[in-house]
Structures are given as C-alpha cells and as structure tokens.
C-alpha cells in the first residue's frame, strides 16, 4: 500500500505553535474525518501531528507497618491497658457531590461549544463522578496508550528488541505517529486493538480499519470516558491482565511525556503529585473543529479522563480540558 505523508504547520499563539492539518480519507468507511490529524505545537516533527500545544485501566494503598506489639521479657511486668497504644483509623474520604460538580461544569462549559464527557475515579476509596457518560467521543492520540497496552499483552517489555522500545518511547513521550502506525501493525491493526480492549475491560471502544492517508485510523477511535477510566485503573490494579513490571513501564512513560505536551489533567494536580498522562488532539475534516482529550493518573490515586470536540482552536479545548479536570477534582479533595 502506498501511503502519502501530510503535514504542515501553522504558527497559532499559545507559547508554542499550533497546527492544522487535513487528510483526504481512504479507505476507512464510516467517518468523513477518518483522515484528519491535527498538529497543534512547534517542535514536533512533521509526521507527529499530535506533539503539540504547550502549556502544556485499582492502586494499592500505601503501606501500612505492623501493629504487632513490641517484644516483653518474660519476666517484665505486664503494661497497663490504657497505656497501650491504640490504632488510629484513617477517616473515611467525603463523599463526591455529584450535583455541585454537574452545576459547576454546566456553567463552564455554557458558553464552550462542543460536547464533553468525563470521568473521575479514586481507585482508593471507589469514589466516582461522571459527565455525560453516554457520550462517545474519538480519542485521537491517546489511543496510544492502548496500542502500548495491546503490545505488552503480546510481548513483554523486557522481551521486546530495543527498536520496538524505541517505537513505544516515542510513541508514549513525544506522541510519534510514524511510530504508533508500526506498533499498530505489530498488535494487528483495529482487530487486535479491540481484543486487547476487551481483555482490559474496555466495553465500548473499538479499534477502526483501514488507512486514513498517511496514517492508520487508530486516531478516530470512538469511546467513552468510562472506558478510558478502565485503562487507567488497569495501569496500577494487580487483576490486570498486564504484568506489574509491564504496568509500571507505560506509567514511567506516561510520567515523562515531553513538558509541551504535560498540559490536560495534570492541570487538576496539587503541588508535588506526580501524573501520568497521555494527551490527543485532531481537526477535523468535516468541521474544522479540534478534538482535545487528556487521560491519566493524579498520585497514582485518580484516574481522570476529560474527551471533547467542537473547539475552534486547539488551545481553547485545551482550556476547555483544564477547566473540566480542575473542576472535579475539586469535588474529590483540596489540595
């Protein structure tokens, strides 16, 4: 198959430079927009669309010591009851005000246009909150972190050849891809994709067929925020079907995405978390308007997924993104 290379870049403020970049489509039916990959951001190589704007699927709770009692010789005298010391319990976290959330990010996003669907949860407690859950929104580039997935699920990361390493560093840090397509083609393209979905408890994403120009269609994957959620819990839950060693790879990875590309949930961090991230961002062919998505773990505690369409230039659905994360989050805890 022969397949053309397109990009270009158009400078657009916002620290770094914002591209627009459409694509005829071939061969994926379907979807008018199956060819459209957006590069918003200087810096990223022509065939990486998705390097740019700047600014930017439980975890195991922390250890807790022994509470076994110090060693007393035989002959010592027994110590008194109250003076022993008594266990603390750690308080129960609060529960989420879904309603407050909702009324926050209905006045937000009043004047935003374009549909957004999101999801938080704390894989400590279970606490959850949605937006819009029955929305199906397409992830552009963080599908690439489920190609990742997809690949570990065949091959260990400590088995794969260091170009394949390679291709997953920079798929996953500088969102490559030239680099996606190729593991793409190693998962066996949609069908793959999907089965890995599926054994990662994904129940409405849906890998696409066929070769949007110069790109394959991982990017117009459509899915919901619980689904991304799935993935995210799947990163730190000991159930999963990924190794703990291969878990804990794509979160390094994850953790050190290029700083022009740390924007999106890590906006919703307090002081000294660490996030883990993966970010997306397309225009589409059919209205000239950006898909921005941001996906990731806050303190390997909250995964967060925030998926929307319709803004008119990248840097606002980035805002757009933030605003939402910053929003929920809020309703969890207080930094």
């Known amino acids: ?5 397109v990009a270009r870049v158009l400078a657009v403020g916002l620290a770094t430079a914002l591209a627009a970049s459409g694509c005829t489509r071939s061969g994926a039916p379907g979807d008018p927009d199956a060819a459209g990959r957006g590069s918003p951001h200087a810096g990223a190589s022509p065939h990486t669309p998705d390097s740019v704007p700047p600014h930017t699927p439980d975890s195991v709770p922390p250890h807790t010591p022994s509470s076994a009692p110090p060693h007393t010789p035989a002959n010592a005298s027994p110590e008194p009851a109250t003076m022993r010391a008594t266990p603390t319990a750690k308080p129960a976290a609060p529960p989420v005000d879904a309603r407050r959330i ?5 006045a937000f996003l009043k004047r935003r246009p374009g549909p957004v669907t999101a999801m938080v949860k704390d894989l400590d407690t279970g606490r959850t909150y949605r937006y819009h859950p029955r929305q199906r929104l397409i992830t552009a580039s963080t599908a690439k972190v489920q190609i990742l997935m997809a690949l570990l699920l065949k ?11 390679h291709d997953a560093d920079i798929m996953i840090r500088h969102s490559d891809n030239e680099a996606a397509d190729r593991l793409w083609t190693r998962i066996g393209g949609a069908p793959g994709f999907t089965k890995a979905g599926r054994r990662l408890g994904l129940k409405h994403t849906q890998g696409v067929a066929g070769d949007c120009l110069d790109l394959y269609c991982w990017g117009i994957t459509r899915t919901s925020a619980e ?6 819990a799947a ?20 953790t050190k995405v290029i700083p022009e590309q740390r924007w999106g949930v890590s906006a919703a961090a307090c002081a000294g978390e ?13 209205t000239k308007k950006w898909a921005v998505v941001s996906v990731g773990l806050i303190a390997g505690r909250y995964a967060v997924a925030v998926l929307t369409e319709g803004s008119a230039e990248a840097h ?6 933030e605003g939402v994360a910053r929003r929920i989050m809020s309703g969890f805890r207080t930094c």
């Open 235 to 254: 990163l730190d839950s000991p159930r999963s079907p990924l190794a703990a060693a291969d878990r804990d790879q794509v979160k390094r990875l994850m």
């Open 316 to 321: 606002h659905g980035i805002a757009t993104v």
């Open 155 to 165: 091959t260990p990361w400590a088995k794969l050849s260091d170009a394949t390493r």
């Open 102 to 106: 909702t009324a926050r990010l209905d």
């Open 1 to 5: 198959m022969v397949r053309t290379s």
């Open 227 to 232: 689904d991304q959620i799935r993935l995210m």
């Open 274 to 286: 660490e996030t883990a991230l993966k970010n997306g961002w397309l225009k589409r062919v059919s």
